[in-house]
T-cell receptor, first 112, second 117 residues
Framework: GQQLNQSPQSMFIQEGEDVSMNCTSSSIFNTWLWYKQEPGEGPVLLIALYKAGELTSNGRLTAQFGITRKDSFLNISASIPSDVGIYFCAAHSGGGADGLTFGKGTHLIIQP | DAGVIQSPRHEVTEMGQEVTLRCKPISGHNSLFWYRQTMMRGLELLIYFNNNVPIDDSGMPEDRFSAKMPNASFSTLKIQPSEPRDSAVYFC???????????????FGPGTRLLVL
């Protein structure tokens, strides 16, 4: 089946540093989504990407839909303590309602 | 909007018992998804509905699992009989078309943490 390879698996950074994580696949997708999950909660949608090459920002977060439609990255600038959590990439290939395929997640840990 | 509502938030039961998880999607969303999250397997899609009709249940692990969506505002995921390996967090998500392109975006509930002893 379709798989998303998300990296890195975990990141230990200092507050104020920039963060970069990415997802790749051998399959082509039509939608890429980035979620953040905190302990005891469900994933919260951060950014949605619908077009190859699209670059979208949400505050300090920036994500891009790869031109090949097989990858996406998420950048966080000037990290702060509340950025701690698990970040998931997700994608689907359908044009309509379709279940998401998820990456394994990137654990972000910030040292003050 | 209250977001996706799931109940119960926590469930502890004994092996062999029936478990029913409930979900109320965001009003106006016409797609509903059930996912399971474990440390070993991450987030996995179990089943999804579009306009209350099950579209793809290929992710449902066994016949012990069943899901229904009797109307646009309610869905259940049932496990009967439950087994210890069913212990996981079960998420419900509802979807809507956004971005002006007809593409689907999904919003997750807080999850039900199930422990089967």
């Amino acid at each position: 089946g379709q798989q998303l390879n998300q990296s890195p698996q975990s990141m230990f950074i200092q507050e104020g540093e920039d963060v970069s994580m990415n997802c790749t696949s051998s399959s082509i997708f039509n939608t890429w989504l980035w979620y953040k999950q905190e302990p005891g909660e469900g994933p919260v949608l951060l950014i949605a990407l619908y077009k190859a090459g699209e670059l979208t920002s949400n505050g300090r977060l920036t994500a891009q839909f790869g031109i090949t439609r097989k990858d996406s990255f998420l950048n966080i600038s000037a990290s702060i303590p509340s950025d701690v959590g698990i970040y998931f990439c997700a994608a689907h290939s359908g044009g309509g309602a379709d279940g998401l395929t998820f990456g394994k997640g990137t654990h972000l840990i910030i040292q003050p | 909007d209250a977001g996706v509502i799931q109940s119960p938030r926590h469930e502890v039961t004994e092996m062999g018992q029936e478990v029913t998880l409930r979900c109320k999607p965001i009003s106006g969303h016409n797609s509903l998804f059930w996912y399971r999250q474990t440390m070993m397997r991450g987030l996995e899609l179990l089943i999804y509905f579009n306009n209350n009709v099950p579209i793809d249940d290929s992710g449902m692990p066994e016949d012990r699992f069943s899901a229904k969506m009797p109307n646009a505002s309610f869905s259940t995921l049932k496990i009967q009989p439950s087994e210890p390996r069913d212990s996981a967090v079960y998420f419900c998500a509802s979807g809507t078309r956004t971005g002006g392109t007809g593409q689907e975006t999904q919003y997750f509930g807080p999850g039900t943490r199930l422990l089967v002893l």
